[in-house]
Every structure is written in C-alpha cells, then in structure tokens.
C-alpha cells in the first residue's frame, strides 16, 4: 500500500495529470499508459482494473474535448464513422474481458500485444507520410464527403474497440495513432479519437458495472480510484489539447511510442515468466 486514501488518490491524480498531458495531443486519452500503473503500483485488481481504466476516460476526456471545441476543432463526421464500430466493438470486448481473460497470466500476455505494435507505429510513423485512402475520410469540414471505403474504417474501428473493451482503453487510442500514421494531422484525429474514446468508456463503464451485478469478484470499477485518476486527467488533457499547436506531431507521437514499447515489453516479460 502506498499510504492513506487521501495520498494514493494525489499519487494517483498526479500520474493521470502528466500522462494525459503528454497523450492527449496525438488523440489519446492515456489510458493506455495508465493501466501499468493501476496494476503495479496502485494494485487495482483484475480485472476491474480495466473499468476504472475506462471510469478514467469518461472523467478526463470532456476536458480535452472543451478545449478542442473553443479552438474550433471537430471531428466532423470522422467522429461517427469511428463511434459505429467502436461502440458495439467495446461492448463486445468488455463481456470477453470477464468470460474469457481473467487470469492475470494472460491479461499481461494481452496487454503486450496491444501495446508493442501500438508503441512501434507511433515511434515509426511519419507525421506527413502518403495517406491510406481506404483509412482516411476527406472530410475535415464535416460535410459527409469521404475518399474511399469508410465500410472498411468502420470494420477496423470495431476490431479496435474490441480490444479496447479488453484493454480498458476504449478504442480511440489505438485509432488515433493509425490514422495520423496514415496522413491525417492529428489536429483532425485528436478531437474525433478522444470523442469515440469518451461515447465507448461509457458504455464500457455501464457493461462492466451490469457485468458485476451477476458475477463475484472484482468485475466493477473501483470507483474512487478512477475518480482520483479521472481528476488529474481532466486537467492535463485541457492543457495537452491547449499545447497541441505548439508542439511538433513527429516529436509527440515518438515520445509516447517509447514509452508505450517499454511498457508493453514489461508485460510481456512477466506474462512469459
């Protein structure tokens, strides 16, 4: 235990605060990096660490969203094509999270393939590279014009959120570094990702708390922890979303890509032993 109440909830809100703030100017909400410390450090139980990771997002994304809103950035409609596949994509995931990985051994396994190939694209990928046209509506104003199949963007969102209902992530996170990887600027992905992150937590959230009502053990959210992590998030998303203009896109995603990898290579280090 790390102490008092009150001093793993500051422990807690001042992780949420950094990491948020280093995260949320790709499009991602910092769930992804949280869940580590949920696990190792906080010693939030499995696998309701995984709802009190999606209990994080659903505290912290509107803070990033109000700021992207006032500077006048909008999913359009990026935004819906993600939330048609994310939404039943989480559900779907949260349901496969209780009945089927429970055991700690292969939730570490599980964590490591998410987040290596998640931390390589990002550390890889190049901020102006040629767009995928079958990934990438063209539609930045909202007004319903898209290039290429958003059929096959909807499919590849519902396979995300899957693995973000497992994951605790809600499936923006693994979005956002896809499509900037793929030529969008994350000016574009940031607000679109974050809001599909957002819409997907919440249900995340309510599956897992309808989940807890018929099982034992620990299904639901640890409510105060999330609550504590959702603070610190709130505030550091509202000002990584405010310095997103002012830092280079290649030099962000590169970042959080290496810390992403060594995380990932941790779990997978431990699943193995």
Known sequence: MLGPGWAVDIVAALAAFAIALVATPAGISGAVLLLPFQVSVLRTPSPAVTPTNLLYNVVAAPGA???????????????????????????AGSVIRVELLPGPVVFELVVAAVLIPLGLWLAVSRPRQVAATWLVPDDPAGL??????????????????????I??????????????????????VAPAA?????????????????????????????????FALGAGGLAGAYFGARLQSRLPDAAIRRIVGILVVAIGARYLWSGLG
């Open 65 to 91: 969203l109000y700021r992207y809103w006032r500077q006048g950035q909008s999913g359009g409609r990026l935004t819906l094509i993600l939330l048609s596949g994310t939404l039943p994509g989480v559900v």
């Open 144 to 165: 319903g014009r898209t290039r290429g199949s958003p059929f096959l963007l909807v499919m590849l969102a519902t396979g995300v959120g899957c693995i973000g209902g």
């Open 167 to 188: 994951y605790g992530i809600g499936g923006g996170s693994i979005l956002a570094p896809i499509l900037i990887g793929t030529g969008r600027r994350p000016a574009d």
């Open 194 to 226: 974050l809001a599909s992150t957002f819409v997907t937590s919440v249900a995340g959230v309510v599956t897992f708390t309808i989940l807890a009502a018929s099982r034992s053990g620990a299904v639901a959210p640890d409510w105060p922890t999330g």
